[in-house]
T-cell receptor, first 113, second 111 residues
Framework: ETGVTQSPTHLIKTRGQQVTLRCSSQ?????VSWYQQALGQGPQFIFQYYREEENGRGNFPPRFSGLQFPNYSSELNVNALELDDSALYLC????????????FGSGTRLTVV | GEDVEQSLFLSVREGDSSVINCTYTDSSSTYLYWYKQEPGAGLQLLTY?????DMKQDQRLTVLLNKKDKHLSLRIADTQTGDSAIYFCAESIKGSYIPTFGRGTSLIVHP
């Protein structure tokens, strides 16, 4: 059973650019959640996808968008990057939006310069 | 204010017990969780407790829940240097499946 894999592991972008982060969910999981973790902070919920539909969104602007594919993998897209978008982006998968059993990936470290 | 609050640092000696505390604000919390994050890694679910429970024990870990005071604690018995990490408290409320995290407590274990 493979866990959650995220790519790339590290990324440097320039302010104003666009970025796509990818996540492969754990085998058997159909729900993917994305979190932003700034340095020294706890993870902040961005949004969740369940069976390819958005199933909840945190307090993030529309330039943060996502997709979930039929194989339950997911992408997080961020447009018009700002310096404050520099953070660790974590993907977590779960089965049927379970209240427990979130499996997290190791994250993508995004630096915006 | 924050929905979930934790102290930021805890330092203990190897072999001692560690107690990490957390307070939360939402009385409709259904599940409460403890996650561990090691440097450069994602979050690992350590344990969770349902809101109608007072205590849960799992090997060296003991979770205590005081629902009246909205206080959750994690006790680690016989703390080892490998337990050094950041520990996050999280809650999810009834009808939502999405954990809300605190800022994390950095546990430092001295030999």
């Amino acid at each position: 059973e493979t866990g959650v894999t995220q790519s790339p592991t590290h990324l440097i972008k320039t302010r104003g650019q666009q970025v796509t982060l990818r996540c492969s969910s754990q085998s058997g999981h159909n729900t993917v959640s994305w979190y932003q973790q700034a340095l020294g902070q706890g993870p902040q919920f961005i949004f969740q996808y369940y069976r390819e539909e958005e199933n909840g969104r945190g307090n993030f602007p529309p330039r943060f968008s996502g997709l979930q594919f039929p194989n339950y993998s997911s992408e997080l897209n961020v447009n018009a990057l700002e310096l404050d978008d520099s953070a660790l982006y974590l993907c977590a998968s779960s089965f049927e939006r379970a209240n427990y059993g979130y499996t997290f990936g190791s994250g993508t470290r995004l630096t915006v310069v | 204010g924050e929905d979930v609050e934790q102290s930021l640092f805890l330092s203990v000696r190897e072999g001692d017990s560690s107690v990490i505390n957390c307070t939360y604000t939402d009385s409709s919390s259904t599940y409460l969780y403890w996650y561990k994050q090691e440097p450069g890694a994602g979050l690992q679910l350590l344990t969770y407790i349902f809101s109608n429970m007072d205590m849960k024990q799992d090997q060296r870990l003991t979770v205590l829940l005081n629902k009246k005071d909205k206080h959750l604690s994690l006790r680690i018995a016989d703390t080892q240097t490998g337990d050094s990490a950041i520990y996050f408290c999280a809650e999810s409320i009834k009808g939502s499946y999405i954990p809300t995290f605190g800022r994390g407590t950095s546990l430092i274990v001295h030999p």
